[in-house]
């Protein structure tokens, strides 16, 4: 079975130092894994996206993450924390069959300090 | 990408009554999924919903309870029948056409049962 955990529930960080959220899944073959974002009463918005290809992933606003199988990690980062980066951000894997029914992790709450 | 809409977007519901949620898609799509989302958590799999053939539930979700429509490649219905105040959530269709391409979500309907 696939499964996603995200290691912390909520992340305070100061605007303008690093942001590290982290993911580690479970997968039984070569996973597809995701980063979305959910801005308060708003869609989820795709930030990354891994597929097997490099395993440093860049995506929009400066997010990146790298897939790193001996660890069974996926995690976010990015250099510069914004203030408009606060949002809960959910780490998907992709369940094994033919169409992209996708398992998501419990969260992570990123709050800016200014 | 796919551009998704839901109908409605947010309602207040007495128990007891019955919901239909509806989602039609800008394009022909083989899967579509339907999630709930309950307040602070992250997004469940309730079932997906398969054109031409009954909807596939996830453990802990019925269709008595759940009923799905499917009538053709855009559209499809999720009702939340018989209502308590503990299926108050935000209700989320997706689309997606494989397993290492991007899931694509609706805005979502807020549900509040009163």
């Known amino acids: 079975a696939q499964s996603v955990t995200q290691l912390d529930s909520h992340v305070s960080v100061s605007e303008g130092t690093p942001v590290l959220l982290r993911c580690n899944y479970s997968s039984s073959y070569s996973p597809s894994l995701f980063w979305y974002v959910q801005h308060p009463n708003k869609g989820l918005q795709l930030l990354l996206k891994y597929t097997s290809a490099a395993t440093l992933v860049k995506g929009i606003n400066g997010f990146e993450a790298e897939f790193k199988k001996s660890e069974t990690s996926f995690h976010l980062t990015k250099p510069s924390a914004h203030m408009s980066d606060a949002a809960e951000y959910f780490c998907?894997?992709?369940?094994?069959?033919?169409?992209?029914?996708?398992?998501f992790g419990s969260g992570t709450r990123l709050s800016i300090r200014p | 990408s796919a551009v998704i809409s839901q109908k409605p977007s947010r309602d207040i519901c007495q128990r007891g009554t019955s919901l239909t949620i509806q989602c039609q898609v800008d394009?022909?799509?083989?899967?579509m999924f339907w999630y709930r989302q309950q307040p602070g958590q992250s997004l469940t799999l309730i079932a997906t919903a398969n054109q031409g053939s009954e909807a596939t539930y996830e453990s802990g979700f019925v269709i008595d309870k759940f009923p799905i429509s499917r009538p053709n490649l855009t559209f499809s219905t999720l009702t939340v029948s018989n209502m308590s105040p503990e299926d108050s959530s935000i209700y989320l269709c997706s689309v997606g056409e494989g397993r290492d391409t991007e899931a694509f979500f609706g805005q979502g309907t807020r549900l509040t049962v009163v």
């Open positions: 394009s022909q799509v083989t899967m």
């Open positions: 998907v894997v992709s369940r094994y069959s033919s169409a992209s029914k996708i398992i």
